[in-house]
């Protein structure tokens, strides 16, 4: 069963092969979607065009850094020189300074809470406001990405579990205000992920080991798992959901003492 047949998706947020969003990708293209790819910088426009040399087809791909209004508008217009329209628009993308996320809470810093609001959580409404201008008349869909720690204290999660209860609370005022056009906006709360930039961060292996200890399933997610969750946010079959926080965390958020 191929879910995407036809639909043309921008994914926001492949670094290299352990980022979420490439495990999004790889499910995209299972499914028949056509995709555009962003790359964040010059850096890292090696690792992405290496990447996409393993993928039957070659995404489109340009220069996006989402802190950058005229890039963001040159990366849009590009977009739709190239596509006309678009289906999807996935977001991951976060970002928190490493001396954000452990220590004590109190101690963040303005620059840090701002830092991680602006690149985690803000950058969604741009991205969405130009990413629904090409999805007139087309039932278009977003999917954004969060983590438990936006709604219950993860020790060392700090600045971001704020910036991700923002991101959860601006998918819900963009499916508001996007849901008359027809475009769906949901987030999906994935469990924990050996990422590059999650690696090294003290205290994220433990949280590994928590969850196969303690969730239902006794193991953690794939990025894979995340990207089929998002395949179906995207796709037809959830043509009736907006607005919402779908886990895809092995169940453990279910689970109390
Ligand atoms: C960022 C990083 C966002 C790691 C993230 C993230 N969302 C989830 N993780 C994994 C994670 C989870 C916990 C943690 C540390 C990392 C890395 C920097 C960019 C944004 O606890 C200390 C619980």
């Known amino acids: 069963m191929r879910l995407m047949d036809g639909k043309v998706v921008v994914i926001f947020g492949v670094a290299n092969k ?8 790889q499910a995209l293209v299972e499914h028949g979607a056509r995709l555009a790819l ?3 910088n010059e ?4 690792s992405v065009e290496k990447l996409v040399e393993e993928l039957p087809e070659r995404p489109w791909l340009a220069p996006c850094d989402v802190t950058d209004e005229g890039q963001v508008d040159a990366f849009f217009a590009g977009l739709e020189q190239e596509f006309g329209q678009i289906d999807g628009l996935v977001h991951s993308i976060a970002f928190a300074k490493r001396e954000e996320l452990g220590g004590s809470f109190h101690d963040t810093s303005w620059d840090g809470f701002a830092l991680a609001q602006q690149i985690s959580a803000w950058s969604l409404i741009p991205l969405a406001r130009h990413g629904a201008k090409l999805m007139e008349g087309r039932d278009g869909s977003i999917v954004c990405l969060s983590y438990y720690g936006a709604e219950k204290v993860v020790e060392g999660y700090n600045v971001m579990g704020v910036a991700k209860a923002s991101l959860e609370a601006t ?3 963009l499916a508001a205000s996007l849901g008359p056009s027809g475009v769906r906006v949901n987030a999906l709360s994935a469990g924990p992920i050996k990422t590059v930039s999650a690696m090294g961060i003290s205290g994220f292996s433990g949280i590994l080991d928590a969850i196969e200890k303690r969730a239902p399933l006794r193991r953690n997610v794939t990025q894979l798992e995340v990207g089929k969750a998002a395949t179906f946010l995207l796709s037809d079959l959830a043509s009736g959901i907006t607005g919402q926080t779908l886990y895809v965390d092995s169940g453990y958020s279910i689970v109390g003492v």
Do not use: D, F, H, L
């Open 18 to 25: 352990r980022s979420i969003a490439w495990g999004i990708t």
């Open 38 to 40: 962003n790359y964040q």
């Open 43 to 46: 850096r890292m426009r090696e």
């Open 171 to 173: 998918t819900r005022y």
